[in-house]
């Protein structure tokens, strides 16, 4: 074999490298951590946090101007209603940063227990200021469980599966975030569904007129149909 063929010799990345510091950041795993660490810790959950509340707010503003029928109108086949999407992520929040921690919100409703979709809808003796007020309260206490505990705090979910029930901190707020993110990405379309209402005033929208944003909508439309004709042709 000749010396370019030869296989290397393995020798361990310096731990200063930039992939293995992005590695750290993001391990639940470790020993105690030094200093450094604990800098760097704090860092990564007031990021996670802030992703967390600010995916809060977007939820919440998608009932802004909304009655209580439009607030819970189902625009999709499976009933997905902007009341609901609310409820559900308190509910939800209320959990992952109650109960898993030992930390449980003081009386929390009957519906988050649920497996029958009871939190994904308000009946009528549930009005959308009581479902925004339970909202605010398990946010509240999630963000007093994200003040009290270290990233590496453990916990449990005990509706998951065995093998995956035992978390940190860390991964419920990546878990949350995520989830959150995913909801008002829903409540941001059935808002547009229900009177037009469209993106969070951050400028990430495009500047279209009305009647502009008629004719794109045309012109999609009109991309589609052709997409079709051909895929039929084909």
């Known amino acids: 074999m000749s010396d370019v063929e030869a296989v290397p ?10 992939a293995a510091s992005g590695n750290a950041l993001l391990s639940d795993e470790g020993s105690a951590p030094t200093p450094d660490q ?3 810790d704090a860092a990564v959950k ?10 809060r707010a977007a939820l919440l503003a998608k009932l802004d101007g909304l009655a209580e029928r439009q607030a819970r109108w189902p625009v999709t086949p499976t009933g997905t209603n902007v009341l609901g999407l609310v409820k559900h992520v308190a509910g939800v929040q209320a ?3 109650g109960e898993v921690f030992g930390r ?4 929390p409703p ?4 649920s497996e029958d979709g009871d939190d994904m809808f308000a009946p009528l003796d549930e009005t959308m200021a009581d479902v925004v007020a339970f909202h605010h309260r398990s946010a509240a206490h999630a963000d007093a469980t994200i003040e009290a505990l270290d990233l590496t705090a453990t916990g449990t979910v005990s509706w998951w599966p065995e093998e995956h029930r035992h978390v940190t901190l860390h991964r419920i707020l990546v878990h949350m975030a995520y989830e959150t993110a995913r909801h008002a990405g829903h409540a941001d379309i059935v808002r547009e569904m229900l009177d037009g209402l469209a993106g969070d005033g951050d400028g990430n929208l495009a500047d279209k007129t009305p009647d502009e944003w008629v004719r794109w909508r045309e012109q999609l439309v009109d991309i589609a149909e052709r997409a079709g004709l051909r895929d039929l042709s084909a």
């Open 9 to 18: 010799e393995v020798h361990p990345a310096s731990t200063s490298t930039l």
């Open 95 to 97: 959990g992952y940063f």
């Open 38 to 40: 604990a800098a760097a």
């Open 46 to 55: 007031q990021t996670l946090h802030r992703y967390l509340q600010k995916h």
């Open 110 to 113: 009957a519906w988050p227990e």
């Open 104 to 107: 449980p919100l003081p009386d």
